[in-house]
């Protein structure tokens, strides 16, 4: 019997490990092969841990598994009491557009084979026989913009580093996806790490860099296990190394673990990280691309910037620029989390409305009640409310609205949710993880801290001063944490103004 | 256990920097293996890897400090992490945060009188629909309450 069990973090932190002990005790006391292939996650973290099973050529899924279910599957999958049907036949997945995402939970994830019978490698050889110029156009004409948070175009960032002329020159992959609400790097990196290195090895191509570094988390340390993996099976392959795929161009690459510091997932910083030193932002210009790790040009690019690459070598850039609305091209794998009654990874192209994402695909909150707010682009960003659910979900619609698409994360909250200190809490955050470089965030984020407490106390001048540091930090903080830390405050502040007190009603 | 003297432990140091001599941007990578050697960044290592990397002492505990991973002593017998991030919060991490200390007998960021438990914030561990999400001595658990954080701890004898 074959049985596909994910290995995905979330998927062993609701008991994985149990389950796949449990079918191995199972199958010797039945005296039945098994055939156990741990996977990554289809995203439906509701479901985990989800089992799969192939019935009539189609895999069913059975779920969420506990070790007490596994003795039915035995029995017959069709009939098992937590049967689901044909995985692809299930909603979320049919109203998916899975592009970045395509092999996740569908093959195992170290296997180079498994992986290349799933289109893999097909867009690693086409770029193989394209100039660095066709491959960074071909980036550029896919319209793909940087899925860390800034959402800059990835061609033209590529395109600055080819052009800079230098003895050696970097691809770094930025897996320091420290935002709350947000996962699918390490989905990713744990359910398809081939795609993200064969991306680094396109970009490598590319821009004419040879060597790579992903920066990946501490607090990741299955990703780090299965990447790790991936690279070693990569080089032994020839997929790495001094003549990739045999084509006499050299990219290698290797894994760094962080060390719990949030400020690293900003670029500069990550670099000074890289280089052995205190991750301490670096004031721009220059830019990375120009003058990024040791002083060379590098590119720097989020997980799934990088891992989608892949994709659009494999079907083109007119492909993949199809999808999408406005400025935002493709697809964004959503990763909706919190107080949820469906939460995961989806994929979807851009523009779908907020509303529908909350309501319909994530079906509303787990604890039965109203959606209160909806904090869209990690700690950083800001609280979106149900009147806002129409806004589409695309760059600059999201920043139209107020908010921040980010990395794009949705964290829910119900009516229980208490604003004000979720708006302490960003300060205090921002407070903690500050590098200290720049005065506005480092002493700006501990006055916000005590100013909220001071509204929370009832003073009634604090409201108009919060505002003003709200406004200090956001102008003139060095980089997007101490510049950003502000947008959870000042939108709760806006939505719900009356939870900041009858303090703000005397200030004004 | 073995014998752990000056000279097994600066052995140890040695080899560390060894495995690491002419990668590109080491310093990391070696407080890593440091920690996992010793249980933490002892003071004393300080001015050997700073010597092996033609760095200050000054630069190298710079980058000690700067880092949350590192310690500058051992942590308890068994480290608790709680996620203390948005996502948690939405599902009850604060109450899940007050449950620990209470259980654990110390307040968050702390370790316990006899060194059984240390108790820690993580501000997130990626199991955001999940939550609250928490790591006991390196498992990841999600959907954690008091309870099966109490049963986490007594399996392992915290």
Redo the contacts between chains.
Sequence with gaps: MKVWLPRDAAAKALGAEAVAAALEAEAARRGVALELVRTGSRGMVWLEPLAEVEIDGARHAVGPMTAADVPALFDGAAAHPKALGPVEALDWMRAQTRLTFARCGVIDPLSLSDYAAHGGLAGLRRALGMAPAEIVAEVTESGLRGRGGAGFPTGLKWKTVLEAEAPQKYIVCNADEGDSGTFADRMLMEGDPFTLIEGMAIAGLGVGATRGYVYLRSEYPDAIEVMEAAVRLAREAGLLGESVLGSGRAFDMEIRAGAGAYVCGEETSLLNSLEGKRGIVRAKPPLPAIEGLFGRPTVVNNVLSLATVPVIFEKGAAFYADFGLGRSRGTIPLQIAGNVARGGLFETAFGMPLGRIVEEIAGGTASGRPVKAVQVGGPLGAYMVPAQFDTPFGYEEVDGAGGLVGHAGLTVFDDGADMLEMARFAMEFCAVESCGKCTPCRIGAVRGVETLERVRAGDAAAVGLLEDLCETMSAGSLCALGGFAPFPVTSALKHFPEEFGAAREAAE | MALDTTETRHARLEAILDAHAGR??????I??DVQAAFGCVPAETIPRIADR?NLTRA?VH??VS?????RDEPAGRVVVKI?R???????GSDALAAAAEARCGVAMGGTAPGGAVTLEP??????????P?AMVD?E????MDAARLDAALTERGA
């Design positions: 590109e941007g080491p310093l990391l990578p407080l890593h990397l630069e710079g980058v700067f880092y949350h991973d590192f996620c991030a948005e996502a948690c919060k939405a599902v993580v501000y997130c561990l990626g199991l955001c629909a999940c939550g999400a390196g990841i658990l999600g959907r």
